[in-house]
């Protein structure tokens, strides 16, 4: 890994630190419709620095942690690890992570500079069950009784918060349902 002071993290330079938020929504499936749980979550991004690879790309790699709790309970509900990554060469961006319930993908896109109108900027993923370059894998399990076919992650960032909406397509109790997750963080 390289020193990170001289690596260009391009979109993810704003994302590294600590973010807490207390506005998050989630809407995820139940055999009988859905359940809609109001979360908190702590999200850590740390800079690790760059990686080459085979001496013909380099990366920029932003590590996180995301721990979420119901707001009911306190209870966590999700807990996941990966990575951002930044090319700079191409212009792509991605996101690599695994969830403890035996589903892991690497989703893309392109990033071009786009920021919103507070001139935050806006990323955006995405990985598909057949795409070919944006994979998702899962575990048989998963696959026969929860198979996630589609990842959609938006996070718009600026020097003092963060917005993001991951959309998750599930097959899930013999329909597609839209898991979808919405938070507001702000630099802790």
Same mark, same amino acid.
């Given at each position: 890994?390289? =020193? &990170?002071?001289?690596?260009?993290?391009?979109?993810?330079?704003?994302?590294?630190? &600590?973010?807490?938020?207390?506005?998050?929504?989630?809407? %995820? +499936?139940? +055999?009988?419709?859905?359940?809609?749980? +109001?979360?908190?979550?702590?999200?850590?991004?740390?800079? *690790?620095?760059?990686?080459?690879?085979?001496?013909?790309?380099?990366?920029?790699?932003?590590?996180?942690?995301? *721990?979420?709790?119901?707001?009911?309970?306190?209870?966590?509900?999700?807990?996941? &690890?990966? @990575?951002?990554?930044?090319?700079?060469?191409?212009?792509?961006?991605?996101?690599?992570? !695994?969830? +403890?319930?035996?589903?892991?993908?690497?989703?893309?896109?392109?990033?071009?500079? =786009? !920021?919103?109108?507070?001139?935050?900027?806006?990323?955006?993923?995405? %990985?598909?069950?057949?795409?070919?370059?944006?994979? *998702?894998?899962?575990?048989?399990?998963?696959? /026969?009784?929860?198979?996630?076919?589609?990842?959609?992650? =938006? *996070?718009?960032?600026?020097?003092?918060?963060? /917005? @993001?909406?991951?959309?998750?397509?599930?097959?899930?109790?013999?329909?597609?349902?839209?898991?979808?997750?919405?938070?507001?963080?702000?630099?802790?």
């Amino acid at each position: 890994m390289g =020193e &990170t002071t001289e690596v260009d993290y391009g979109p993810l330079t704003h994302l590294v630190g &600590t973010w807490k938020g207390a506005e998050g929504v989630d809407l %995820a +499936p139940e +055999p009988d419709g859905a359940e809609t749980s +109001p979360y908190f979550e702590t999200l850590v991004f740390t800079a *690790i620095g760059d990686v080459t690879n085979a001496e013909a790309q380099t990366l920029a790699v932003v590590h996180y942690r995301q *721990i979420v709790h119901r707001k009911s309970t306190g209870e966590v509900f999700h807990d996941e &690890t990966g @990575y951002w990554l930044w090319d700079a060469t191409t212009g792509t961006v991605m996101k690599s992570f !695994t969830i +403890p319930r035996g589903v892991s993908l690497v989703a893309g896109g392109s990033h071009g500079g =786009e !920021t919103d109108a507070d001139g935050r900027t806006v990323i955006r993923v995405r %990985a598909g069950l057949d795409d070919p370059d944006w994979r *998702i894998v899962q575990s048989p399990f998963m696959r /026969d009784n929860a198979t996630t076919t589609e990842f959609r992650h =938006e *996070i718009i960032v600026g020097a003092d918060s963060l /917005d @993001y909406s991951e959309t998750t397509m599930v097959d899930i109790y013999g329909k597609s349902f839209e898991h979808t997750d919405r938070n507001r963080l702000r630099r802790a």
